[in-house]
Every structure is written in C-alpha cells, then in structure tokens.
C-alpha cells in the first residue's frame, strides 16, 4: 500500500501536479482538491441549521434533551414519520405498493 502511495506521487510529481488527489481529479467535474473541499465546507455550512432541527425533533419525539444515540435514530425516525403520516406506518403502506407494480405503473403511465 505504501509502495502504491508512493508511485502515484511520483506519477503525479513527473507530470507536473502538486500531488495525485490533483493529478486524479483533473478530469473530473469538480478539477481540483481546493474545489472539493470547498464544496464540503459549503455543504456542512448549509446543512448545519436542517441537522440541529431534525436532531432536536427526533429528541422532542423521544422526550430527551441529551444528545441522540445511535440505536436511538430508528425509532425516533419511525415516531417522527407516524405523527406525521396521522398514525399511518410506512411498514403499511407496503402492502398497498408493491415493487413491481410502482415500477410498471412508473413506466407505463
């Protein structure tokens, strides 16, 4: 794995890049490792506000204010889409919406 490390930065450094993150992402749309992790940044600041309310609504659905546990994401995810459904589950409704027939009916409308 180091050998593969070091080849590719060697490739990179002979074909004129500052390392193979740049070298790779070239010919991709986002070009290079400054756009990429621009992008991530813009992407943590504007979903930073959304994150904080779904948190705190899963929290309210479970009556806590200490911080979610993993285990906990599941259930308070189920209570939060059956208040909102008016009682109706998810698992429910896939009695009604069967793979095959949503897929024709999308494809043959």
Known sequence: MKELVEV???LAKLLGYRNYAAYSLETEMIANPENAYNLIQ?????????????KAELQDALGI????KQW????AKNLVA?????GFERSTASQ?????????????Q
Do not use: N, S
């Open 82 to 86: 059956k208040k909102k459904l008016g």
């Open 96 to 108: 009604f919406f069967r793979v095959t027939a949503v897929i024709r009916g999308l494809l043959h």
């Open 65 to 68: 204010t200490e911080p979610l």
């Open 42 to 54: 813009e992407l943590q600041v504007g979903t930073a506000k959304k994150l904080q309310e779904e």
């Open 8 to 10: 590719r930065f060697r």
């Open 72 to 75: 906990q994401v599941y259930y």
